[in-house]
């Protein structure tokens, strides 16, 4: 599956180099691929992950990759999902292990569309991105290095970065000049390196870990579950993974042991006898191992992501950790979307080059959050067995009145942040707060559930034009577009601020009209996201029935024009059981009145605002886009 470059011309030039084609390269170029940038891509080994790696899609990375169009490619292998963790601990007499318990792997009080970990062979996984990147035109190039690189925009303002790669085997070499170089290389990073990024590492309690991949024959009645299972002979994680292969991690050594080595091995005889120990009254077989490794893990977090804005780290060359959480590749997703959408809006000529500025700090603080759940997952699993009754109270207790004991606020925690519906992005330009620029009264309504930095509340609603009900959150695929949801409550009493809010989005100046394609004249009839701006797309959402939304009385000409984006808020939710528009009252919108919605390309709240008659809404939303936006919005600004 070798790639071997036509000869080119002496220096070839891209909008971006792509270092590894592991998970976080892979979503970072699909994701640019897909606007239509021209990546060059490489990767050190001659073919995708064959066996073994990363393995779990947490919920809220599901979420992600429907909106893209890949998840039933993956879901299309059959993988095995994770509903429940069973927990297994010596009995209080007498030796072997009992169950003590079993609780959700996404707990209902998470609001999640797929409340399980879906668990697939990473090469499975690599190999949906690569078709999808074959279809837009990007062929992974294989087996190349890169060798060099110097980032100057002294010497080229529009591509700064020099990139010398070569061919594994030494025979052949590149120089090419890219705007940006993305290092999605791992752990052992060179571009890391030769920036002299240090890793500082969290926790100096290191572990030695086997994994193991293949078939068993066992009468463990919880084979098929995720299991953690304590033994007086040690501790296993029990994965289930497709084809009936079965993953188990067993720690084989620690830096709090005696004889602490941190090269410490152990063969595969050793670590399945280990294991059958473990496993003791049970017995275990393997009729076949698919892959074994045995590898050191420290909790380690990269100083910093960049150093000027043009040369990028992400997943696994920023942290390391466990596998315990099952984060690895849903970080390194998360990490590619959050800095694909941000290249884009500042090549695309909408964002300031500031924007770029947003990527560290915002990923940072989430791995720096995921090292420290990791570190409490490790104690939490080695200090002592929760008791059958905490389990249970962490599965069912929902009257937030009752006070959590640590354990069951832990795994609350921890829930909601493995699951990925927990990150939560600090206040900056995109997610506003009482300190933004952006100073309007309407913003930020008083009863809004929704929180900036935070992904939008998932709802049903019904679209108008077809009569299908649909999950308003994924109506928006990744396109790169600021998604404004316009809550329009109730026809009859929001009449006068949606037509406001339509004519005001025309004013030259404003967010919406200061950024009209170029093409706008001869966009499709059929074009439902971007008929207007490649920067925005509207869904108006009505808190009346199907049957009494009527588009073109109901929505002014901007909005119809979204036709396929334009819903009825009449699904009932049982979080919600009262409401007469269940959508709003999710929001924590007014059911009359509405509001405005406006989140981030990445599916993150930045802002919310009231619905007005007026120029209010329009006005509040061009103080929130004048701040990382490259025109100036809203009213004419007095010269200095």
Same mark, same amino acid.
Request: proline share 5%.
């Given at each position: 599956?070798?790639?071997?470059?036509?000869?080119?011309?002496?220096?070839?030039?891209?909008?971006?180099?792509? /270092?590894?084609?592991?998970?976080?390269?892979?979503?970072?170029?699909?994701?640019?691929?897909?606007?239509?940038?021209?990546?060059?891509?490489?990767?050190?080994?001659?073919?995708?992950?064959?066996?073994?790696?990363?393995?779990?899609?947490?919920?809220?990375?599901?979420?992600?990759?429907?909106?893209?169009?890949?998840?039933?490619?993956?879901?299309?292998?059959?993988?095995?999902?994770?509903?429940?963790?069973?927990?297994?601990?010596?009995?209080?007499?007498?030796?072997?292990?009992?169950?003590?318990?079993?609780?959700?792997?996404?707990?209902?009080?998470?609001?999640?569309?797929?409340?399980?970990?879906?668990?697939?062979?990473?090469?499975?996984?690599?190999?949906?991105?690569?078709?999808?990147?074959?279809?837009?035109?990007?062929?992974?190039?294989?087996?190349?290095? /890169?060798?060099?690189?110097?980032?100057?925009?002294?010497?080229?303002?529009?591509?700064?970065?020099?990139?010398?790669?070569?061919?594994?085997?030494?025979?052949?070499?590149?120089?090419?000049?890219?705007?940006?170089?993305?290092?999605?290389?791992? %752990?052992?990073?060179?571009?890391?390196?030769?920036?002299? /990024?240090?890793?500082?590492?969290?926790?100096?309690?290191?572990? =030695?870990?086997?994994?193991?991949?293949?078939?068993?024959?066992?009468?463990?009645?919880?084979?098929?579950?995720?299991?953690?299972?304590?033994?007086?002979?040690?501790?296993?994680?029990?994965?289930?993974?497709?084809?009936?292969?079965?993953?188990?991690?067993?720690?084989?050594?620690?830096?709090?042991?005696?004889?602490?080595?941190?090269?410490?091995?152990?063969?595969?005889?050793?670590?399945?006898?280990?294991?059958?120990?473990?496993?003791?009254?049970?017995? /275990?077989?393997?009729?076949?191992?698919?892959?074994?490794?045995?590898?050191?893990?420290?909790?380690?977090?990269?100083?910093?992501?960049?150093?000027?804005?043009?040369?990028?780290?992400?997943?696994?060359?920023?942290?390391?950790?466990?596998?315990?959480?099952?984060?690895?590749?849903?970080?390194?997703?998360?990490?590619?979307?959050?800095?694909?959408?941000?290249?884009?809006? =500042?090549?695309?000529?909408?964002?300031?080059?500031?924007?770029?500025?947003?990527?560290?700090?915002?990923?940072?603080?989430?791995?720096?959050?995921?090292?420290?759940?990791?570190?409490?997952?490790?104690?939490?699993?080695?200090?002592?067995?929760?008791?059958?009754?905490?389990?249970?109270?962490?599965?069912?207790?929902?009257?937030?009145?009752?006070?959590?004991?640590?354990?069951?606020?832990?795994?609350?925690?921890?829930?909601?942040?493995?699951?990925?519906?927990?990150?939560?992005?600090?206040?900056?330009?995109?997610?506003?707060?009482?300190?933004?620029?952006?100073?309007?009264?309407?913003?930020?309504?008083?009863?809004?559930?929704?929180?900036?930095?935070?992904?939008?509340?998932?709802?049903?609603?019904?679209?108008?034009?077809?009569?299908?009900?649909?999950?308003?959150?994924?109506?928006?695929?990744?396109?790169?577009?600021?998604?404004?949801?316009?809550?329009?409550?109730?026809?009859?009493?929001?009449?006068?601020?949606?037509?406001?809010?339509?004519?005001?989005?025309?004013?030259?100046?404003?967010?919406?009209?200061?950024?009209?394609?170029?093409?706008?004249?001869?966009?499709?009839?059929?074009?439902?996201?971007?008929?207007?701006?490649?920067?925005?797309?509207?869904?108006? =959402?009505?808190?009346?029935?199907?049957?009494?939304?009527?588009?073109?009385?109901?929505?002014?000409?901007?909005?119809?024009?979204?036709?396929?984006?334009?819903? %009825?808020?009449?699904?009932?939710?049982?979080? =919600?059981?009262?409401?007469?528009?269940?959508?709003?009252?999710?929001?924590?919108?007014?059911?009359?009145?509405?509001?405005?919605?406006?989140?981030?390309?990445?599916?993150?709240?930045?802002?919310?605002?009231?619905?007005?008659?007026?120029?209010?809404?329009? %006005?509040?939303?061009?103080?929130?886009?004048?701040?990382?936006?490259?025109?100036?919005?809203?009213?004419?600004?007095?010269?200095?």
């Amino acid at each position: 599956m070798e790639d071997r470059p036509s000869k080119r011309s002496a220096q070839q030039h891209y909008d971006i180099v792509i /270092i590894g084609a592991g998970p976080v390269g892979l979503m970072l170029s699909t994701c640019l691929a897909r606007w239509g940038y021209k990546i060059k891509h490489i990767d050190n080994r001659a073919e995708p992950t064959p066996t073994g790696r990363a393995d779990g899609i947490q919920p809220r990375s599901l979420d992600l990759l429907r909106n893209m169009g890949l998840k039933s490619a993956i879901m299309a292998h059959k993988p095995a999902r994770v509903y429940e963790v069973a927990f297994w601990d010596p009995p209080k007499t007498g030796r072997g292990i009992v169950r003590t318990g079993t609780w959700a792997s996404c707990p209902s009080f998470i609001d999640a569309r797929y409340p399980f970990t879906t668990l697939l062979h990473q090469g499975r996984i690599e190999r949906v991105f690569i078709s999808d990147l074959e279809k837009n035109g990007v062929h992974i190039q294989r087996p190349w290095t /890169i060798k060099g690189f110097k980032s100057d925009e002294k010497a080229d303002r529009e591509y700064p970065v020099e990139v010398n790669l070569e061919h594994v085997d030494g025979t052949q070499r590149e120089t090419v000049r890219a705007k940006y170089l993305f290092s999605g290389e791992g %752990a052992r990073s060179f571009v890391r390196d030769q920036l002299g /990024i240090k890793i500082t590492h969290k926790d100096p309690i290191s572990h =030695v870990w086997g994994v193991m991949d293949g078939v068993v024959k066992t009468d463990f009645p919880d084979i098929k579950m995720k299991c953690t299972i304590h033994s007086e002979h040690g501790s296993i994680m029990v994965i289930p993974r497709e084809d009936n292969m079965v993953r188990l991690y067993i720690q084989i050594a620690s830096s709090t042991d005696s004889d602490w080595n941190p090269r410490k091995t152990a063969t595969e005889e050793e670590v399945q006898a280990s294991a059958k120990k473990i496993f003791h009254p049970y017995s /275990i077989e393997w009729e076949g191992v698919e892959w074994y490794s045995v590898y050191p893990i420290g909790q380690g977090i990269s100083a910093k992501y960049t150093l000027d804005h043009r040369v990028f780290l992400g997943g696994d060359a920023c942290h390391t950790h466990s596998p315990k959480a099952g984060q690895g590749m849903n970080t390194a997703f998360l990490d590619a979307s959050n800095l694909a959408w941000k290249i884009h809006a =500042v090549e695309s000529g909408f964002a300031d080059r500031a924007l770029l500025t947003t990527y560290e700090p915002e990923r940072k603080e989430v791995a720096e959050t995921l090292l420290s759940f990791d570190n409490k997952y490790a104690k939490l699993f080695s200090q002592r067995p929760p008791a059958a009754t905490e389990v249970q109270a962490a599965s069912e207790q929902t009257n937030p009145k009752e006070e959590d004991n640590d354990f069951v606020r832990t795994f609350k925690e921890a829930c909601e942040f493995t699951s990925g519906y927990g990150v939560a992005y600090k206040p900056n330009a995109l997610n506003w707060s009482p300190d933004h620029s952006a100073q309007s009264p309407l913003i930020h309504p008083e009863g809004t559930k929704l929180r900036t930095g935070r992904l939008m509340i998932n709802a049903d609603v019904t679209r108008v034009v077809d009569a299908n009900v649909v999950h308003l959150e994924q109506e928006v695929p990744l396109n790169g577009s600021f998604r404004i949801y316009v809550f329009a409550g109730k026809p009859s009493v929001s009449a006068q601020a949606l037509k406001d809010l339509a004519f005001h989005l025309g004013d030259k100046r404003s967010f919406f009209s200061s950024y009209l394609r170029p093409d706008i004249e001869s966009v499709s009839h059929h074009e439902k996201h971007n008929p207007h701006s490649l920067f925005f797309t509207f869904c108006t =959402v009505f808190a009346a029935p199907r049957s009494e939304v009527e588009i073109t009385r109901d929505a002014p000409t901007v909005l119809a024009r979204y036709r396929d984006n334009i819903y %009825a808020d009449d699904r009932w939710d049982r979080r =919600v059981p009262d409401a007469t528009a269940a959508a709003h009252a999710k929001m924590g919108l007014d059911q009359e009145k509405g509001g405005v919605v406006v989140v981030r390309p990445d599916g993150y709240v930045g802002i919310v605002t009231r619905l007005v008659e007026g120029n209010g809404t329009v %006005a509040a939303l061009d103080q929130y886009f004048d701040t990382f936006c490259t025109k100036k919005l809203g009213e004419t600004k007095a010269q200095l």
